[in-house]
Each structure stands twice: as C-alpha cells, then as structure tokens.
C-alpha cells in the first residue's frame, strides 16, 4: 500500500512557474519509479512526467519537454514536478502516483490553474 499527498498547486498567469510536490509513504513505493498525472476538465486523466526510482531515467509527455522537471528529493519519498512557461492549457487537477500507477493510491490531487 502507498499513500500520496501532492501539494503546490495555485492559481498563475500564463508565463508563470509553480512547483508541485509529492510526499509518498508506505512500503510499496521502496523502489518503485514515480509518476505524475494531469486530469483537465471534461477529459480522461493523462501521463505528464516520471522517474525512476535511482533518478536516472526521466521521461515527459510531449507538450511538457523543455518546459516541466521532475526531480527525486531528500528524502528520498519527495517527488517534485517544477513547472515553468505555464499555459492555459495545463489546468488541471495534478496527481502524483507510481509508475506506472495503481488504481487505488490516487491521491486528492492539487490544483493548478493558469490564466491567460
């Protein structure tokens, strides 16, 4: 079992920055890669970042490359996703899970909503 809080979101004007963090707890995400997930308004929850669990393979989706960072932190259970060059179009609800994820240790989410 793993639980996950996320945090950091907030309301930004387009061009701005926000950090978004994820604290996981429990056994299960003792290496296991991490993930996070974006569900906008009216549309299916969508893969956004991840990492793995030594930090040393990253990969995005293609409308965040060059513009969205996810990085491990100390301790180890921290999962950051630095978000710069927001657009309107990443409103949404932000989630953090595994990777690849488990259908029962979505979290509340955090949302981040840019203005244009």
């Known amino acids: 079992q793993v639980q996950l809080v996320e945090s950091g979101g907030g309301l930004v004007q387009a061009g701005g920055s926000l950090r978004l963090s994820c604290i996981a707890s429990?056994?299960?995400?003792?290496?296991?890669?991490m993930g996070w997930f974006r569900q906008a308004p009216g549309k299916e929850r969508e893969f956004v970042a991840a990492i793995s669990w030594s930090g040393g393979s990253i990969r995005y989706t293609d409308s965040v490359k060059g513009r969205f960072t996810i990085s491990r932190g100390n301790p180890w259970n921290t999962v950051y996703l630095q978000m710069n060059s927001l657009k309107p179009e990443d409103t949404a609800v932000y989630y953090c899970?595994?990777?690849?994820?488990?259908?029962?240790?979505w979290g509340q989410g955090t949302q981040v909503t840019v203005s244009s």
């Open positions: 429990g056994r299960a995400f003792v290496g296991s890669g």
């Open positions: 899970n595994l990777d690849p994820p488990r259908a029962g240790s």
